[in-house]
């Protein structure tokens, strides 16, 4: 039997069977890719087809011998990559349409989401960690329930830290209240994952974190004024 995250598979309740997701770039898919997806089901007799809320597309309740063929057949399309629905690494990185299709959108929060996609999707780090950028204030990626979350305003991005689901649910704060250009907010990402790679328990969340040590020892770390 395989283990979550062997061979991209998470089991399923029935403790048989198995669901596989290709990695879909902040949820992006071509119409080539759903063909694959409807055929890659078809053949392997999927139970079932889920839009996922980490914006993948999950093939459900396939048997252990078909996961390898089914790999390679989206591997023939480029999409042999799985998305990382475990462990401790980065597991998602979630955006809205923003300004390139959205009209309320503030922020351009798919190029950005993509870019921090290409940088971070899978990182292994202390605990597992989401992101999501939102294009405004409705945040429409569930910012306020993520790791790390940007959300963007007339002048650029706001960084929210901190948010998780779970059982015990935990909303982001506001790591810097300046709205700031997409490059600072790069660069203000990447170190924060320097920050809990170095500082994180094993299977800390970011909150975690956060809240044992203080988000105002966070800022002085990250050299952003204090809240």
């Not at 991209?8 to 309740?13: A, K």
């Not at 190029?111 to 939102?134: F, M, N, Q």
């Not at 429409?140 to 305003?153: M, N, P, S």
Request: aromatic share 6%; net charge positive; with cysteine.
């Amino acid at each position: 039997m395989l283990k979550d995250g062997d061979r991209g598979v998470v089991l399923q309740r029935d403790r048989s069977t198995y669901a596989i997701a290709p990695h879909l770039p902040c949820g992006l898919a071509s119409p080539q890719l759903l063909r694959k997806l409807a055929d890659v089901a078809e053949k392997y007799h999927a139970k079932a087809i889920k839009c996922t809320s980490a914006e993948r597309i999950a093939l459900i309740g396939l048997k252990e011998e078909d996961i390898d063929a089914a790999w390679a057949e989206f591997a023939e399309i480029g999409f042999a990559k799985p998305g990382h629905m475990t462990g401790a690494a980065v597991r998602s990185v979630k955006a809205c349409p923003g300004t390139q299709f959205c009209k309320r959108a503030r922020q351009d929060s798919l190029t950005l989401g993509l870019e921090l996609d290409k940088r971070y999707h899978g990182k292994a780090l202390p605990g597992k960690l989401k992101i999501g950028v939102s294009g405004c204030a409705n945040q429409c990626a569930e910012t306020c329930i993520k790791d790390i979350g940007l959300v963007g305003g007339l002048r650029g991005w706001t960084v929210y830290v901190g948010g998780m689901g779970g059982s015990y649910p935990r909303l982001a704060e506001p790591l810097l209240f300046d709205e700031v250009s997409t490059e600072t907010a790069l660069e203000l990402v990447e170190k924060l994952f320097a920050y809990y790679q170095k500082n994180a328990r094993a299977g800390e969340r970011l909150g975690e974190l956060i809240d044992r040590l203080g988000l105002h020892t966070l800022q002085r770390a990250l050299g952003v004024p204090a809240s």
